[in-house]
T-cell receptor, first 122, second 109 residues
Framework: QVQLQESGPGLVKPSGTLSLTCAVSDDSVSSTHWWTWVRQPPGEGLEWIGEIYHGGTSHYNPSLKSRVTISVDKSKNQFSLKLNSVTAADTAVYYCARVFCDTTGCFRIDQWGQGTLATVSS | QSALTQPRSVSGSPGQSVTISCTGTSSDVGTYNYVSWYQQYPGKAPKLMIYDVTKRPSGVPDRFSGSKSGNTASLTISGLQAEDEADYYC?????????FGTGTEVTVL
């Protein structure tokens, strides 16, 4: 069973950059699947941030696209999230996850990390 | 890209059935048969319960079922059990992106 583990600073200053990494175990970021980030502000719902394929192709939530970059590091079997110009509204639990792909397509998020809280505050 | 609309809460007694609706648009739910449903307990990561509108991953009880009509998808929990008390989110593919629902709290009376 694939395991995903988020890591990164729990506190980010306003206008700064939020940087998180997701380490993948028992699967390869170079496999046929996509890799994604989802966030959840305290007490609120889930929001899809974006996804990446090992070849480098990425897709982003239109509402965040101007501030987000997702990258993949095949040598370390991990992928990362960078969110620029953060405000208090970006305070959330950030989950990394796998978008499972098979012969029928790639449209389900089947494995999730435990999530990490990132707080934007001075 | 607006969040899909779900009822804030639904409730039912043990053994009853409850249905959660998920209303989108012709840009997401109405066009793609790629609606998934997630169960989330407080403080925990979401868990995939239904994908491709009607399919259940291995290990998910068959009392969970999904359907879709037009721009609205639905999750039905039959034979409600105490362990089903959780938050549920729908999610639809929207053409190179995904959009989640607003979330529904299921309460077992």
């Amino acid at each position: 069973q694939v395991q995903l583990q988020e890591s990164g600073p729990g506190l980010v200053k306003p206008s700064g950059t939020l940087s998180l990494t997701c380490a993948v175990s028992d699967d390869s970021v170079s496999s046929t699947h996509w890799w994604t980030w989802v966030r959840q502000p305290p007490g609120e719902g889930l929001e899809w941030i974006g996804e990446i394929y090992h070849g480098g192709t990425s897709h982003y939530n239109p509402s965040l696209k101007s501030r987000v970059t997702i990258s993949v590091d095949k040598s370390k079997n991990q992928f990362s999230l960078k969110l620029n110009s953060v405000t208090a509204a970006d305070t959330a639990v950030y989950y990394c996850a796998r978008v499972f792909c098979d012969t029928t397509g790639c449209f389900r998020i089947d494995q999730w990390g435990q999530g990490t809280l990132a707080t934007v505050s001075s | 890209q607006s969040a899909l609309t779900q009822p804030r809460s639904v409730s039912g007694s043990p053994g009853q059935s409850v249905t959660i609706s998920c209303t989108g648009t012709s840009s997401d739910v109405g066009t793609y048969n790629y609606v998934s449903w997630y169960q989330q307990y407080p403080g925990k990561a979401p868990k995939l319960m239904i994908y491709d509108v009607t399919k259940r991953p291995s290990g998910v009880p068959d009392r969970f079922s999904g359907s879709k009509s037009g721009n609205t998808a639905s999750l039905t929990i039959s034979g409600l059990q105490a362990e089903d008390e959780a938050d549920y989110y729908c999610c639809s593919y929207a053409g190179s992106s995904y959009v989640f629902g607003t979330g529904t709290e299921v309460t077992v009376l």
